[in-house]
């Protein structure tokens, strides 16, 4: 999507003699490529009388990828493609030098384009680009805002590895292993299973702290067995911790558990703004004195089924939910100028990264500016994303608010609101960009239920907080 394989420009020069352009099919389009999730497939060991036959390979899987959650939900934010690269001869390198296993497999030395190899490391199963030079020339040569890519090996031996370019193969597991790898490459989890402790690391599934309360899937912990499982019952695997005991990433025949599916979708969202298009157009109305303007949501890249919230607000107030479409009137405004937003919310009950189900929040700002009652000047302030989560909750005393914005400094109103709508605590606050983290103490009030508002120009946060003794 955004990646401009920037730092490539002195690679790709030097590897002009090889980079060339190669037929790209696209196994699914799902919109404009600066907004979608730009995923790739290239061959490796597959000839130029196995072109068509790695396509229909290529194709079948990423179907398959598709079936499985979340990437099943969130197929509209992705973009498939395949490269045909020819290789002189069929077939994949195995040096026979694995240390891990007995030998089963015949050594081969073979011409492929991407120098694909199994053993690495002296593992036998660990298939790698053994070319990724060559790999980033084709790729900058070809689809260069490419987002992540799979090399396919010509064989049917099971292996595979993550890394910056995630590798399969075509055995009979050749989408799980894919699946499998992405969630290494795409969404930088680790493996469920214990790998030595060179992988040993702080990860979105791994963890050295045993705290419920700080532990970082805290949210998911007695949801579908997750919990706080140890690697091994020795040193250095026993002080290693994953979220679950039959996930994907540690068996391929499950599924990822809760924990890494929402990494997954964390990672969808990092590249990809469900505000897809929004176009603006002014109208004069001369027999009423007055302008309008007709702002459009045109396109909205929505997750299957659809778990995105539309809501329309005019100076800071909610003033429509679920149109595809607003009409302002200049005669609205009380002052020379005003700001109308759109904010779409993932409310999805697969990622508790934001809890409760809200912190997915994006914006588009325009401020209208009024001259009498004519409309004078719309500028679009752009988007702009706010992700944000609320704990303790329930709480003792503090509350605290962590939030991630992409926007400019602005100023908001965060207040606390009992059952019966009356501010308890309201105050203003600067929203930055960045994380950051807003704390309100809480310990004058009563026992009971709460309701934290935040309201600025392009962030509209609303959510329910349970005091306790």
């Known amino acids: 999507m955004k990646k401009l394989l920037l730092g490539l420009t002195f690679l790709a020069s030097s590897l002009s003699s090889i ?80 240390t891990d296993v007995t030998e089963v497999d015949p050594v081969m030395v073979v011409d492929n384009y991407f120098g694909s190899t199994f053993d690495n490391g002296g593992t036998h199963r660990a298939l790698v680009v053994g070319k990724p030079a060559v790999a980033a020339s084709v ?137 897809d298009s929004v176009s603006i157009s002014k109208t004069a109305m001369k027999s009423a004195l007055k302008d309008s303007v007709m702002i459009t949501l045109n396109k909205l890249v929505k997750p299957n089924p659809n778990t995105l919230k539309v809501e329309w607000f005019v100076k800071g107030s909610l003033v429509a939910t679920g149109d595809t479409m607003l009409k302002v009137y200049s005669d609205t405004a009380l002052s020379p100028s005003f700001d109308v937003n759109l904010v779409v919310t993932d409310t999805t009950a697969l990622s508790r990264s934001f809890w409760p189900k809200k912190g997915y929040q994006f914006s588009k700002t325009f401020t209208i500016n009024v001259e009498k009652l004519g409309i004078k000047t719309i500028h679009d302030l752009g988007l702009s994303k706010f992700f944000y989560t609320v704990y303790p909750n329930p709480t003792v005393n503090h509350f605290y608010l962590s939030y991630e914005y992409s926007g400019t400094t602005e100023l908001a109103q965060l207040s606390v609101v009992d059952i019966l709508g009356k501010k308890l605590i309201d105050k203003q606050v600067n929203i930055l960009q960045g994380k950051h983290e807003l704390a309100l103490d809480l310990s004058q009030l009563s026992a009971g239920t709460y309701f934290v508002q935040l309201n600025g120009q392009r962030v509209h946060v609303a959510t329910k907080v349970q005091k306790n003794e």
Not at 23 to 51: C, H, W
Not at 70 to 98: D, M, W
Not at 154 to 167: F, I, L
Not at 239 to 257: K, N, S
């Open 19 to 98: 980079a060339q352009v190669f037929p790209l099919d696209t196994l699914q389009n799902k919109g404009r490529r600066d907004n979608r999730i730009n995923f790739v497939i290239l061959p490796d060991g597959f000839t130029a009388s196995e072109q068509a036959f790695f396509v229909k390979k290529a194709d079948t899987i990423n179907q398959m990828v598709f079936s499985y959650h979340p990437l099943k939900q969130y197929q509209n934010f992705f973009n498939s493609y395949c490269i045909r690269v020819p290789s002189a001869e069929s077939g994949v390198n195995h040096p026979a030098t694995a």
């Open 139 to 275: 790729l900058a040569s070809n689809l260069p805002d490419y987002d992540i890519c799979l090399v396919l090996s010509n064989t049917e031996m099971y292996g595979g590895t993550g890394g910056k370019y995630a590798t399969g193969t075509l055995n009979k597991y050749a989408v799980k292993i894919a699946v499998h790898e992405l969630g290494h490459s795409f969404a930088g989890l680790a493996d469920e299973y214990w790998a030595g402790t060179y992988f040993a690391k702080e990860k979105p599934n791994m963890t050295a702290v045993t705290n419920p309360a700080t532990v970082k899937w805290k949210n998911w912990l007695g949801y579908k067995s997750v919990g706080i499982y140890p690697y091994g019952t020795t040193s250095p695997a026993s002080t290693w911790y994953r979220p679950h005991q039959d996930c994907m990433m540690r068996y391929l025949d499950t599924v990822l558990c809760p924990v890494c599916q929402q990494t997954f979708i964390d990672e969808i969202y990092n590249l990809v703004n469900p505000i």
